[in-house]
């Protein structure tokens, strides 16, 4: 069994938790919008058509913030098409995804599912088939109060306060050529620039994501955020950063290091804007919004030429067994230590298309293994992201070269003198022991901790997955971790992700 030693120290910290961390992903996909958060008729449903049975999983999930409505599918968006009378809306030929488009539901309803379910809404403007003059006649639609014609049809359609969406993204990875209206890092950056300066003469406070790479292994790569920083620096906010990983070739050990792909991606784009700043003499820090993150079994997604044109289809729904879990609680590791940088983030995507929740027609919904890893990091990563040292052997990978065995980040919230501690061992083959000094964790001496819980995610069979018929296959169980005066030891299995919880104090 190998060791890990951590210690926590209060002067070491990254920056708060960011609550938009927690944030997902809506797309007009496959089966995420129609028979995922949405199906009239079914037993489940509201007065409104969307299925309650979902908005319960969401809220358990502990997402913050849902970005809508694509995805590959903005790009070729007409948004009026799905506001108004639900029975005089068009139907349309997505050509992102090859579908039908009901347009059932559109923004308004969008928005008030996240209302309902208590998430905020994030939207994306078409800058693939459209430009600015449609991103202001939305913004105006969504956020203008009423006494002008888009924010009088608003209120016509039954919403007469704003709906004061504050995060937008201006279009969707832009550099990617399967994108409608693909576009080169000049013509973007152009087209980003007016329509960023236009939207903020609307409401100059809001947040605006420009479109980064489509992924770290795109040839523009570095030059695309450069070029379209160099335009766009004083308009907007953030930086989008996607990626989905997968075992490539059967790759595991690499896959289980995915975080390490993650990192150096998130470093990457911080360094092509601090160059851009420090070119333009600026202090301004534009942050990342790593907008579209998950597992992806993008081998087995044949392209979107090969889609059979039908209406809500079954696209890439990957059903995840322990490791992917595993991978995702790293992730969300490597998102919370690179908190001071990374200013929000959507697992991609919520419902069916390689989500953590699983929904059948007519039938029930459930959490899939990645689920589990998400809604405990959502729910007890508060207050400050702590820099642990940690000191373990190293796994070699052939993506990565060596990479740390065990991964730890840790947030300690001095309000309830909660500490929370997140930790995956990366190998397949050996169990670790972790011993986590907690004496400085919050400056408060060895005597003032109790251990709340240790919760681990962790299977023999590493294999396993939830179905409808077993949806508890693969749940979080109690680990061994125990408190000995200033240290914590706690058994971590191979390939496993755990959440340990203590508390200054006795337990509350
Ligand atoms: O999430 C699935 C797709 O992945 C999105 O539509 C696109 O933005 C990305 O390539």
Redesign the pocket.
């Given at each position: 069994m190998g060791r890990a030693t951590v210690r926590l120290d209060p002067a070491f910290t990254v920056g708060p938790v960011r609550p938009r961390t927690f944030g997902s992903?809506v797309?007009h996909?496959g089966r995420c919008v129609y028979t995922g958060i949405y199906e009239p008729g079914h037993p489940e449903a509201d007065e409104l058509g969307f299925r309650s049975d979902v908005a319960a999983l969401v809220r358990e999930l502990g997402v913050t913030t849902v970005r809508y409505p694509?995805?590959?599918?903005v790009s070729n968006y007409r948004w009026e098409d799905g506001i108004g009378p639900k029975a005089d809306r068009p139907t349309q030929l997505d050509l992102?995804w090859r579908s039908v488009e009901t347009n059932q539901v559109g923004t308004d309803d969008f928005v008030d599912w996240a209302r309902g379910v208590g998430v905020e809404p994030m939207m994306a403007v078409n800058l693939g088939t459209r430009g600015v003059q449609e991103a202001i006649d939305l913004l105006l639609y969504c956020n203008a109060e009423t006494g002008t014609s888009w924010p009088d049809l608003r209120a016509k359609h039954g919403h007469h306060e704003p709906h004061d969406v504050r995060v937008w993204c201006l279009g969707?990875?832009m550099d990617?050529p399967w994108q409608m209206g693909h576009k080169t890092a000049e013509e973007y950056a152009r087209v980003a620039e007016e329509t960023a300066r236009a939207m903020r003469r609307v409401d100059p406070g809001l947040e605006l994501v420009a479109c980064g790479s489509?992924n770290r292994g795109m040839p523009t790569f570095g030059t695309w955020e450069r070029v379209v920083l160099e335009r766009c620096f004083d308009l907007v906010d953030h930086i989008s950063a996607?990626a989905?990983y997968e075992p490539v070739d059967g790759d595991v050990d690499s896959f289980l290091a995915s975080g390490e792909d993650m990192h150096r991606f998130i470093e990457s784009v911080v360094a092509t804007a601090d160059h851009v700043a420090a070119v333009k003499g600026s202090d301004k820090r534009i942050t990342v919004s790593f907008d579209?993150w998950n597992v992806w079994f993008q081998e087995r997604f044949h392209g979107e030429n090969s889609l059979e044109i039908r209406e809500a289809p079954e696209l890439?729904e990957d059903v995840y067994d322990v490791t992917d879990a595993v991978v995702v609680g790293s992730l969300l590791i490597t998102l919370l230590q690179h908190t001071d940088r990374v200013a929000m983030a959507c697992q991609?995507?919520l419902v069916n298309?390689?989500a953590p929740i699983a929904t059948r027609p007519g039938g029930g919904a459930w959490r899939q293994t990645i689920f589990h890893p998400f809604a405990l990091t959502a729910q007890h990563a508060r207050g400050t992201v702590l820099r642990p040292a940690v000191a373990c052997d190293t796994i070699d990978t052939s993506a990565y070269g060596p990479v740390d065995q065990v991964v730890v980040t840790a947030t300690h919230d001095p309000d309830t003198g909660d500490l929370a501690v997140f930790v995956v061992n990366r190998s397949r083959t050996e169990a670790a022991e972790l011993v986590l000094d907690v004496a400085d964790a919050v400056g408060a001496g060895p005597t003032a901790y109790t251990l709340v819980e240790h919760l681990a995610l962790h299977d023999d069979d590493t294999s396993a997955t939830n179905t409808e018929a077993n949806p508890d296959r693969v749940t979080p169980r109690p680990g061994d971790a125990s408190v000995d005066g200033p240290t914590l030891t706690a058994t971590l299995p191979p390939t496993s992700w755990h959440c340990i919880r203590l508390t200054e104090g006795t337990v509350r």
């Open positions: 992903f797309e996909m694509g995805g590959n599918f992102a969707n990875e990617g489509s996607h989905y579209e890439i991609a995507q298309v390689i």
